[in-house]
């Protein structure tokens, strides 16, 4: 989920030329080569069939950053959905409203050699890596953008609970399947470490519960202790169809789960 785009970034993204074409240099071709080439090593057997079937969909440059039409194109034709440029933060407003309109946000920039594991700020290639291969899939495109819906009439308190959701499901949610334990969450799945780690023994896994997953506290950088298993993209779908905002009027009531982690300066 975006940053608010109060807080500061050391990163600008990339405008488009007059032909609406992104330049990049040789070295930010090259991270995205390094990045790439790095995940497809690691996701076969671990993503879920819907990525990888959306990332064949995507037929995703290996030598280059995309541009963002190549992108769209597929989406829409697909799911009719498209990618649309912001800058590296957004606010919540411009966040949710992107995706109530089936459009996801893209920053058009990428991390720095010096950043190549981790950086707190989305960059290009989690959100086309990650993201992009699952909004080909109508279940999850349509629980994106039901979250965006409901965020944009959604109160502060009312969001800081939704973004519990969309963490344990759009960033770092698994799906069991008839293989096993898969991924299909961004999050997980545009970091190498975290793919590995979360089939693996050290995190708990839960039964995908709304109201438990809009309770869950979390951190933003560290490996997660805890994840949410789907029994299978349709319960997305069915998330779209129920009242999802008594669901987190009774979460606030109800309160957040103790934490399973230390404090961040306790980290």
Same mark, same amino acid.
């Given at each position: 989920?975006?940053?608010?785009?109060?807080?500061?970034?050391?990163?600008?993204?990339?405008?488009?030329?007059?032909?609406?074409?992104?330049?990049?240099?040789?070295?930010?071709?090259?991270?995205?080569?390094?990045?790439?080439?790095?995940?497809?090593?690691?996701?076969?057997?671990?993503?879920?069939?819907?990525?990888?079937?959306?990332?064949?969909?995507?037929?995703?440059?290996?030598?280059?950053? #995309?541009?963002?039409?190549?992108?769209?194109?597929?989406?829409?034709?697909?799911?009719?959905?498209?990618?649309?440029?912001?800058?590296?933060?957004?606010?919540?407003?411009?966040?949710?409203?992107?995706?109530?309109?089936?459009?996801?946000?893209?920053?058009?920039?990428?991390?720095? #050699?010096?950043?190549?594991?981790?950086?707190?700020?989305?960059?290009?290639?989690?959100?086309?890596?990650?993201?992009?291969?699952?909004?080909?899939?109508?279940?999850?495109?349509?629980?994106?953008?039901?979250?965006?819906?409901?965020?944009?009439?959604?109160? #502060?308190?009312?969001?800081?609970?939704?973004?519990?959701?969309?963490?344990?499901?759009?960033?770092?949610?698994?799906?069991?399947?008839?293989?096993?334990?898969?991924?299909?969450?961004?999050?997980?799945?545009?970091? #190498?470490?975290?793919?590995?780690?979360?089939?693996?023994?050290?995190?708990?896994?839960?039964?995908?519960?709304?109201?438990?997953?809009?309770?869950?506290?979390?951190?933003?950088?560290?490996?997660?202790?805890?994840?949410?298993?789907?029994?299978?993209?349709?319960?997305?779908?069915?998330?779209?169809?129920?009242?999802?905002?008594?669901?987190?009027?009774?979460?606030?009531?109800?309160?957040?789960?103790?934490?399973?982690?230390?404090?961040?300066?306790?980290?």
């Amino acid at each position: 989920m975006k940053k608010d785009a109060k807080k500061p970034s050391k990163y600008v993204a990339r405008q488009p030329d007059e032909q609406g074409f992104i330049h990049y240099s040789d070295i930010e071709h090259q991270t995205w080569q390094r990045l790439i080439e790095r995940q497809l090593k690691v996701v076969p057997g671990r993503a879920c069939d819907e990525y990888l079937h959306g990332l064949e969909l995507l037929d995703l440059p290996h030598d280059r950053i #995309p541009q963002l039409d190549e992108i769209s194109s597929v989406l829409r034709r697909e799911t009719g959905w498209e990618v649309a440029r912001v800058p590296a933060l957004i606010g919540f407003e411009t966040f949710f409203g992107l995706l109530a309109d089936r459009k996801f946000p893209v920053a058009t920039f990428i991390r720095t #050699p010096e950043e190549f594991d981790y950086l707190q700020e989305p960059d290009i290639f989690h959100e086309i890596f990650g993201h992009c291969a699952m909004l080909t899939n109508p279940a999850f495109a349509n629980f994106t953008q039901k979250y965006g819906q409901l965020g944009l009439s959604a109160s #502060p308190k009312e969001r800081a609970y939704l973004a519990r959701l969309y963490w344990f499901t759009v960033e770092f949610g698994l799906l069991n399947t008839e293989d096993g334990l898969r991924i299909y969450g961004g999050g997980i799945l545009s970091s #190498p470490k975290e793919t590995l780690y979360a089939l693996g023994n050290e995190p708990e896994r839960y039964d995908f519960d709304v109201l438990d997953a809009l309770r869950t506290p979390y951190r933003i950088d560290i490996v997660q202790p805890i994840y949410y298993v789907l029994n299978d993209l349709q319960q997305l779908q069915q998330l779209t169809e129920i009242d999802l905002m008594a669901k987190v009027r009774q979460a606030i009531e109800l309160g957040l789960f103790e934490p399973r982690f230390p404090p961040k300066d306790a980290a």
